[in-house]
């Protein structure tokens, strides 16, 4: 235990002595983490979340209309401008001012009004209740009316399918109360009471429920800080391959590790030493995240970072998470001749891990064959392990899985180390 502690010491120093190094090992991943949740913001929340601005073309002046605008106004997804030429805000949208131009035809609320008041009767005339006349027929084969919608170029096709959705929606409904109110009119000849009227509630409703929940009553969706701080901590922590691996070059490349080997200490007991020590910055790295999602966050805007009373379950993951990233980093230091082999393949390495374990795209979006590839890399059983505490509120039996796997990961590739090092001295 004394070699053990001893090795740890020395590799402190080693760090000390690069204090540059070391701010930046704690401080990049902090700004990296504020960057990337701004810019991913947006992109989490919803689009009643957001405000859009969008210009209005109201030609019909009725009832249609009114609903529409109504509906936009309640979502509060929108910021709403009238214009009244369809050219000027056709422009307007082509040059970016807005979002998106909605363009409702003259006439269409008086219109859609006679047909659909034609077709009730058609449809009270084939049953015998009513006389066919001449005007039943005068809308059969009218043209349709046209809701036009200009959308900015840049615009996203989820966008704009939303907004097409919810309008067609809302014009249903009006389009629905008109085919009740005509049946009324027909039925009881313009009389009616609030108990003849057809019912306007919806029959069928619907009630989102989550599969699982966050620690604060609110919010029960994955949000920008829920995913961007565990994701970015791994990243971190897994970066923590290059100074790790650079240092084991550089040990070697100038006789220190030859004076150490002189020494009665085994193999083993020097990169338990590497470890302690990095497993040490791998945990200020994770908690100073965890604090930034905690305090920081709110001040600028952005989702606060709800752990509740987690805390050391999370840090438990943390560590695992390290323990994984520390084996591979004293693998490659092991392998690796030169700082030029160690640094650029450690570097993209990391970046290819991130990759594949969902930290920047999510995997569900992969391809299947990206999805299965995906499975093989320890940060995605560590963004696993993490949504299962912050989204699932899991017990430790269902993080036993993506936990065992990480340490399973840190004694896999810290034994094939320790062997290559064997068999290297028998050479």
């Known amino acids: 235990m004394h070699k053990l502690w001893a090795a740890a010491r020395k590799e402190a120093q080693l760090l000390r002595r690069d204090l540059g190094g070391l701010a930046i090992l704690?401080?990049?991943?902090?700004?990296?983490?504020?960057?990337?949740?701004?810019?991913?913001?947006?992109?989490?929340?919803s689009i009643s979340q957001l405000?859009?601005?969008?210009?209005?073309?109201?030609?019909?002046?009725?009832?249609?209309?009114?609903?529409?605008l109504d509906g936009l106004n309640t979502s509060e997804a929108f910021?709403?401008?009238?214009?009244?030429?369809?050219?000027?805000?056709?422009?307007?949208?082509?040059?970016?001012?807005?979002?998106?131009?909605?363009?409702?035809?003259?006439?269409?609320s008086e219109e859609l009004e006679e047909k659909v008041t034609a077709q009730v009767a058609t449809t009270l005339a084939s049953f015998g209740l009513e006389e066919p006349t001449d005007s039943i027929n005068d809308f059969q084969d009218s043209a349709s009316k046209e809701i036009k919608l200009y959308f900015d170029?840049?615009?996203?096709?989820?966008?704009?399918?939303?907004?097409?959705?919810?309008?067609?929606?809302?014009?249903?409904?009006?389009?629905?109360k008109m085919?009740?109110?005509?049946?009324?009119n027909e039925l009881n000849e313009g009389e009616t009471s609030q108990e003849q009227s057809f019912s306007e509630t919806p029959f069928i409703t619907y009630r989102e429920i989550t599969a699982?929940?966050?620690?604060?009553?609110?919010?029960?969706?994955?949000?920008?800080?829920?995913?961007?701080?565990?994701?970015?901590?791994?990243?971190?922590?897994?970066?923590?391959?290059?100074?790790?691996?650079?240092?084991?070059?550089?040990?070697?490349?100038?006789?220190?590790?030859?004076?150490?080997?002189?020494?009665?200490?085994?193999?083993?007991?020097?990169?338990?030493?590497?470890?302690?020590?990095?497993?040490?910055?791998?945990?200020?790295?994770?908690?100073?995240?965890?604090?930034?999602g905690r305090f920081v966050f709110p001040s600028i805007g952005l989702p606060q970072l709800e752990i509740g009373d987690r805390w050391f379950v999370l840090f438990f993951v943390a560590l695992c998470a390290g323990l994984a990233a520390i084996g591979l980093g004293l693998l490659l230091g092991t392998l690796a001749k030169t700082q030029e082999q160690a640094a650029p393949f450690g570097a993209t390495f990391v970046v290819i891990l991130a990759a594949l374990g969902g930290v920047w795209v999510p995997?569900?979006?992969?391809?299947?064959?990206?999805?299965?590839?995906?499975?093989?890399?320890?940060?995605?059983?560590?963004?696993?392990?993490?949504?299962?505490?912050?989204?699932?509120?899991?017990?430790?039996?269902?993080?036993?899985?993506?936990?065992?796997?990480?340490?399973?990961?840190?004694?896999?590739t810290t034994g094939i180390a320790i062997l290559y090092h064997r068999k290297q001295q028998r050479i």
């Not at 910021?79 to 131009?101: C, F, W």
């Not at 084991?248 to 490349?253: A, D, G, W």
């Open 26 to 45: 704690f401080v990049m991943p902090l700004v990296l983490v504020i960057t990337i949740t701004l810019i991913q913001d947006s992109s989490f929340k």
């Open 363 to 412: 995997v569900f979006v992969m391809p299947p064959f990206m999805q299965a590839l995906s499975k093989l890399s320890p940060m995605n059983w560590g963004l696993n392990a993490f949504y299962e505490v912050f989204l699932r509120q899991a017990e430790w039996q269902q993080l036993l899985p993506d936990l065992g796997l990480l340490i399973g990961f840190f004694l896999l």
């Open 212 to 292: 699982g929940g966050t620690f604060a009553a609110g919010d029960h969706t994955l949000n920008s800080a829920q995913h961007n701080v565990p994701a970015w901590a791994l990243f971190a922590i897994f970066f923590i391959i290059v100074p790790l691996s650079v240092n084991m070059v550089k040990e070697k490349n100038q006789g220190t590790f030859d004076r150490l080997q002189a020494a009665p200490v085994s193999y083993a007991t020097l990169l338990g030493g590497k470890a302690m020590v990095y497993i040490l910055v791998c945990l200020i790295q994770f908690l100073l995240m965890v604090l930034i």
């Open 179 to 184: 085919i009740y109110q005509a049946f009324d």
């Open 51 to 68: 405000e859009i601005p969008i210009l209005i073309v109201d030609l019909d002046k009725g009832p249609i209309a009114q609903q529409v």
């Open 153 to 176: 170029p840049v615009t996203q096709q989820a966008f704009k399918s939303s907004v097409k959705n919810g309008i067609d929606k809302l014009i249903a409904q009006v389009e629905s």
């Open 79 to 108: 910021v709403i401008s009238e214009e009244t030429s369809e050219e000027v805000a056709a422009t307007l949208v082509r040059q970016g001012d807005y979002k998106m131009a909605l363009v409702i035809p003259e006439a269409l």
